[in-house]
């Protein structure tokens, strides 16, 4: 039985889905990790359970098991951005819970069999907060990045354990200290080593970062640090050991050729000594797990993600070839087995286990909402030229509904998508969140601007003193080129959230006539707000997107806030702002809907309750995509 397709405006499309069912029992996962057992683990991030993150276990069988009982929720505030929260080792989780930061052990025998390991406050009154936790091949130490948050003042960051043979609480002991940042501490297969990463002020991770090694005995470091590799022009992605001791990471190096490798996160070995290189691909090479052997690790060419097996003996890599979008970061288990977050571009992402044999079994997905392919948008990559005579990437989805076909010669509006970051990316990944949009009328276009990561270092730093002038040229470069094609109409609407919030309101204030209307998530419309009230993790973040400091840049700063140049806005832009948000303070997205209402400007503000940087809650989550979608088909109706 046919169905007649009746023609009607974009505008007039109703959603495939709707808001609800977007984040209807939604699950974000994270954190895999596997053990001697064959369980895996992975953490549950669930917007239906106010946003609770939940520790899950696969059993070698397939049962599935919730772990963590409420109140508690498996998340860390290190950097507030978050890393590892937990790890398992010899019948027990260690984990870090939200509410209070504090690590817990908890029984895998008796999930109920909970307690904290740690004290409420460290003894000079500051909170503890721990990340990336490793236990000792000994079972004895446990290790983390730690940080110490002062009721006022700074953060400190450093190396941190704890005697896992002392029963009760204890305060950490402070392991490695000097640098400004700290992560991803690693024992070596014996237990005589302990591997991390660290780097400084005011550098970024991805700018600059440092690979240690140091000789470990009975809970301290018996040996100065010996510096691995790494340097103020180079940066380290990650690293791991193989049983026979040899270290392995990935690493790039700044103003390299775009032909060199060096250009790109490729993988390096150590071994007594001796340094070699065992990629040499002009592509980017990150998350290195070992598999027996062998290396898994993602391989990133022009932001296109896929699984690769590395033979560190011989050199080479084996392509995986999977049906996939995109991935997350793999875990490898002593069987030879690889796990890792799937994401098709037709459907819900899923975790998937890869046998040896390349076989695939889906563990567990992220929803499971039932989507006719019918009404799926299938992504385009495209690939456009800039008005300075560079190259710039993004994806292209049209609107598709099974349900209605456009008017005759009609031609989409467009919802344009800046991420965060900005030294971040998108990926073709499927998203009910784009489909909701893409089978009511909207194309979208989803935009890799330079300062993105998996296209080289040199594209990724091209940003590095530009952001507020290169992001905004390369997307509007992009909306003109789709025009140009015939492929969307003059009707667009842009959105972002963190620094994409702010690219949504320098791009309404720099190209005025380009957008009939903005949507800023957590945005940044004033610099100088968000530089003297930032955290520390990017307190000198802006110091390398704008040039300098704020104390020889204020002219820059200013120039760059679209607070200053609301006078040339045009469109009506609606904000979303979490009051609880330490990353970009609620005074920022305050500020500006202050202004507005000031100036009689076209806007609607809503600030939710208890929400930090990305919100987690069902109920906020649909209420801010619903309040967006009617925002919008409001302006676009009335420009008609």
């Given at each position: 039985?046919?169905?007649?397709?009746?023609?009607?405006?974009?505008?007039?499309?109703?959603?495939?889905?709707?808001?609800?069912?977007?984040?209807?029992?939604?699950?974000?996962?994270?954190?895999?990790?596997?053990?001697?057992?064959?369980?895996?683990?992975?953490?549950?991030?669930?917007?239906?359970?106010?946003?609770?993150?939940?520790?899950?276990?696969r059993k070698p069988q397939g049962e599935i098991i919730d772990l963590t009982?409420?109140?508690?929720?498996?998340?860390?505030?290190?950097?507030?951005?978050?890393?590892?929260?937990?790890?398992?080792?010899?019948?027990?989780?260690?984990?870090?819970?939200?509410?209070?930061?504090?690590?817990?052990?908890?029984?895998?025998?008796?999930?109920?069999?909970?307690?904290?390991?740690?004290?409420?406050?460290?003894?000079?009154?500051?909170?503890?907060?721990?990340?990336?936790?490793?236990?000792?091949?000994?079972?004895?130490?446990?290790?983390?990045?730690?940080?110490?948050?002062?009721?006022?003042?700074?953060?400190?960051?450093?190396?941190?354990?704890?005697?896992?043979?002392?029963?009760?609480?204890?305060?950490?002991?402070?392991?490695?200290?000097?640098?400004?940042?700290?992560?991803?501490?690693?024992?070596?297969?014996?237990?005589?080593?302990?591997?991390?990463?660290?780097?400084?002020?005011?550098?970024?991770?991805?700018?600059?970062?440092?690979?240690?090694?140091?000789?470990?005995?009975?809970?301290?470091?018996?040996?100065?640090?010996?510096?691995?590799?790494?340097?103020?022009?180079?940066?380290?992605?990650?690293?791991?050991?193989?049983?026979?001791?040899?270290?392995?990471?990935?690493?790039?190096?700044?103003?390299?050729?775009?032909?060199?490798?060096?250009?790109?996160?490729?993988?390096?070995?150590?071994?007594?000594?001796?340094?070699?290189?065992?990629?040499?691909?002009?592509?980017?090479?990150?998350?290195?797990?070992?598999?027996?052997?062998?290396?898994?690790?993602?391989?990133?060419?022009?932001?296109?993600?896929?699984?690769?097996?590395?033979?560190?003996?011989?050199?080479?890599?084996?392509?995986?070839?999977?049906?996939?979008?995109?991935?997350?970061?793999?875990?490898?288990?002593?069987?030879?087995?690889?796990?890792?977050?799937?994401?098709?571009?037709?459907?819900?992402?899923?975790?998937?286990?890869?046998?040896?044999?390349?076989?695939?079994?889906?563990?567990?997905?992220?929803?499971?909402?039932?989507?006719?392919?019918?009404?799926?948008?299938?992504?385009?990559?495209?690939?456009?030229?800039?008005?300075?005579?560079?190259?710039?990437?993004?994806?292209?989805?049209?609107?598709?509904?099974?349900?209605?076909?456009?008017?005759?010669?009609?031609?989409?509006?467009?919802?344009?998508?800046?991420?965060?970051?900005?030294?971040?990316?998108?990926?073709?990944?499927?998203?009910?969140?784009?489909?909701?949009?893409?089978?009511?009328?909207?194309?979208?276009?989803?935009?890799?601007?330079?300062?993105?990561?998996?296209?080289?270092?040199?594209?990724?730093?091209?940003?590095?003193?530009?952001?507020?002038?290169?992001?905004?040229?390369?997307?509007?470069?992009?909306?003109?080129?789709?025009?140009?094609?015939?492929?969307?109409?003059e009707q667009a609407v842009v959105s972002g959230g963190s620094a994409g919030?702010?690219?949504?309101?320098?791009?309404?204030?720099?190209?005025?006539?380009?957008?009939?209307?903005?949507?800023?998530?957590?945005?940044?419309?004033?610099?100088?707000?968000?530089?003297?009230?930032?955290?520390?993790?990017?307190?000198?973040?802006?110091?390398?997107?704008?040039?300098?400091?704020?104390?020889?840049?204020?002219?820059?700063?200013?120039?760059?806030?679209?607070?200053?140049?609301?006078?040339?806005?045009?469109?009506?832009?609606?904000?979303?702002?979490?009051?609880?948000?330490?990353?970009?303070?609620?005074?920022?997205?305050?500020?500006?809907?202050?202004?507005?209402?000031?100036?009689?400007?076209?806007?609607?503000?809503?600030?939710?309750?208890?929400?930090?940087?990305?919100?987690?809650?069902?109920?906020?989550?649909?209420?801010?995509?619903?309040?967006?979608?009617?925002?919008?088909?409001?302006?676009?109706?009335?420009?008609?």
């Amino acid at each position: 039985m046919s169905t007649t397709k009746l023609p009607t405006p974009y505008l007039d499309w109703q959603p495939a889905v709707t808001a609800d069912e977007v984040f209807n029992n939604a699950l974000g996962f994270r954190y895999l990790k596997t053990d001697a057992d064959g369980n895996v683990y992975w953490i549950e991030q669930r917007a239906s359970d106010q946003g609770r993150s939940v520790l899950v276990q696969r059993k070698p069988q397939g049962e599935i098991i919730d772990l963590t009982p409420k109140p508690y929720s498996v998340k860390t505030r290190v950097f507030e951005y978050g890393g590892s929260p937990y790890t398992v080792s010899d019948g027990w989780i260690y984990f870090a819970n939200f509410s209070d930061q504090r690590l817990y052990k908890q029984s895998l025998s008796n999930p109920a069999d909970i307690a904290p390991v740690t004290p409420e406050r460290c003894a000079n009154g500051s909170l503890g907060k721990y990340a990336d936790l490793s236990v000792s091949p000994d079972l004895r130490w446990l290790v983390f990045g730690y940080e110490t948050e002062p009721k006022a003042g700074e953060a400190q960051n450093y190396i941190g354990l704890i005697d896992l043979q002392v029963s009760g609480i204890q305060e950490a002991k402070i392991l490695v200290k000097g640098a400004s940042f700290y992560n991803a501490p690693q024992f070596s297969p014996d237990g005589t080593s302990l591997a991390w990463l660290e780097w400084n002020h005011p550098y970024m991770c991805w700018d600059s970062t440092r690979l240690f090694l140091a000789n470990f005995k009975t809970g301290t470091l018996d040996s100065a640090p010996t510096l691995i590799a790494g340097s103020d022009h180079s940066s380290i992605s990650d690293f791991t050991f193989l049983s026979t001791g040899e270290l392995f990471y990935s690493i790039d190096f700044a103003k390299m050729p775009d032909s060199s490798a060096k250009n790109y996160l490729n993988i390096h070995g150590f071994k007594d000594g001796t340094h070699r290189m065992v990629t040499h691909e002009l592509k980017d090479y990150q998350f290195i797990k070992p598999t027996g052997n062998r290396l898994a690790c993602l391989q990133i060419d022009k932001g296109q993600t896929t699984l690769v097996i590395v033979d560190p003996t011989h050199s080479s890599t084996t392509l995986v070839t999977l049906p996939y979008a995109d991935f997350g970061t793999p875990v490898t288990d002593q069987f030879g087995n690889t796990f890792l977050q799937a994401y098709p571009n037709d459907a819900p992402s899923e975790i998937i286990k890869v046998a040896p044999d390349l076989s695939i079994q889906t563990l567990r997905k992220s929803a499971e909402l039932e989507v006719a392919p019918e009404n799926v948008s299938v992504p385009v990559s495209i690939e456009f030229p800039t008005e300075d005579g560079q190259r710039c990437y993004g994806y292209f989805y049209p609107p598709v509904n099974s349900n209605y076909r456009p008017l005759a010669n009609e031609r989409p509006p467009v919802r344009v998508l800046v991420h965060g970051g900005p030294t971040s990316k998108t990926t073709p990944a499927f998203l009910l969140s784009k489909l909701f949009w893409t089978s009511q009328g909207f194309a979208i276009f989803d935009v890799n601007y330079r300062g993105s990561i998996g296209f080289g270092r040199n594209y990724r730093d091209a940003l590095l003193g530009k952001w507020g002038l290169l992001e905004i040229q390369d997307v509007k470069d992009g909306v003109t080129f789709l025009q140009s094609k015939g492929l969307i109409s003059e009707q667009a609407v842009v959105s972002g959230g963190s620094a994409g919030g702010y690219t949504v309101q320098r791009l309404l204030t720099s190209y005025p006539d380009l957008f009939a209307s903005g949507a800023s998530y957590f945005g940044i419309g004033n610099l100088i707000t968000l530089q003297n009230l930032t955290h520390k993790y990017e307190s000198h973040y802006l110091e390398q997107l704008i040039g300098g400091p704020l104390e020889t840049h204020r002219t820059e700063y200013e120039s760059r806030s679209a607070i200053n140049h609301l006078d040339k806005l045009k469109s009506p832009m609606i904000i979303f702002q979490g009051s609880e948000d330490k990353v970009v303070p609620p005074e920022n997205s305050r500020e500006m809907a202050t202004i507005l209402t000031r100036k009689k400007i076209d806007h609607e503000y809503y600030e939710y309750t208890g929400e930090g940087h990305g919100f987690r809650e069902k109920e906020n989550l649909v209420d801010s995509l619903t309040k967006e979608a009617a925002f919008f088909r409001r302006v676009l109706k009335s420009r008609k």
